[in-house]
């Protein structure tokens, strides 16, 4: 177990990858502490790994700096810290999701496209802001958070949840594609720094991932993105999980201020 003894905080761990990061750190011997704006999927989890459920809402930085407090009052000084709370764009999806399937009827039939998307100019300001607060406020704060516990230690290890979508963008979604990619580039900043002060930060961007959340789209449109990946398949939140202990681990030493992405070759950073 690479992880016997520590301690680490789960924003967001109450379900989906956050749930499935709880776990995995748990059987890697770290005792667990599970923060969710839901506190009955915070307490779920912790439930299953023993570990002490915090709630705590990640764009409120004083909801955090408590939730920390609370995390170390019960299990110590945190070692491990993974900003992993978010919210789906389903509001975009429901306006989108609708003209990208007349978009792939009309490639099929016709080989044109004629039907615009419309997304970006359809968005409003309130979703806009919404999704950098949880997404990338959310970040800032728990890793500040983390930072000011960690670094007067010289030890610690903070992983942010990103995506692909921060990487190469995803069409009809700015909002969660600006919010994933600065989370990326805040992670390289903020990585240079810390490490000096013995505190590693890397970053996991995920490919589309098998979630509740993959509802929202057709099975027309499911298979459209399961033909994006050269695996065949989404991937399972347990596998972004094990990208996540082993950033969090001694063995990802060397790992300062990187993007490790399992997305089954959509793609290759």
């Given at each position: ?168 963008g995803c069409t009809g979604f700015p909002h969660y594609s600006a919010a994933k990619g600065g989370i990326l580039a805040f992670t390289r900043a903020v990585a240079k720094e810390l490490i000096v002060q013995g505190v590693r930060v890397n970053a996991v961007a995920p490919g589309f991932i098998e979630t509740p959340t993959t509802a929202m789209m057709s099975e027309r449109l499911q ?47």
């Amino acid at each position: 177990m690479t992880l016997e003894g520590k301690v680490a905080v789960v924003t967001g761990g109450g379900s989906g990858i956050g749930a499935a990061i709880c776990v995995r750190l748990g059987e890697e011997g770290a005792r667990v502490a599970v923060l969710d704006v839901n506190e009955e999927g915070a307490a779920r989890t912790a439930e299953r790994i023993d570990g002490v459920a915090v709630n705590a809402d990640v764009s409120d930085s004083a909801s955090v700096d408590r939730a920390l407090e609370e995390a170390e009052s019960a299990l110590g000084p945190v070692d491990v810290w993974v900003n992993n709370a978010g919210i789906p764009a389903a509001p975009q999806a429901e306006r989108v999701n609708p003209r990208t399937e007349r978009q792939l009827e009309e490639a099929s039939t016709t080989g044109a496209v004629a039907t615009a998307l419309d997304a970006l100019v359809r968005l409003p300001d309130d979703e806009w802001r919404r999704m950098l607060a949880v997404h990338l406020d959310g970040t800032f704060f728990g890793t500040r958070a983390a930072a000011r516990s960690m670094a007067p230690r010289r030890t610690g290890a903070i992983v942010n949840i990103a995506s692909i979508c921060g990487i190469s963008g995803c069409t009809g979604f700015p909002h969660y594609s600006a919010a994933k990619g600065g989370i990326l580039a805040f992670t390289r900043a903020v990585a240079k720094e810390l490490i000096v002060q013995g505190v590693r930060v890397n970053a996991v961007a995920p490919g589309f991932i098998e979630t509740p959340t993959t509802a929202m789209m057709s099975e027309r449109l499911q298979a459209s993105v399961r033909l994006q990946a050269p695996i065949g398949r989404y991937g399972r939140p347990d596998e972004v999980a094990a990208t996540v202990a082993f950033l969090a681990g001694d063995d990802a030493a060397l790992f300062v201020g990187q993007t490790l992405s399992p997305n089954g070759g959509i793609v290759t950073v």
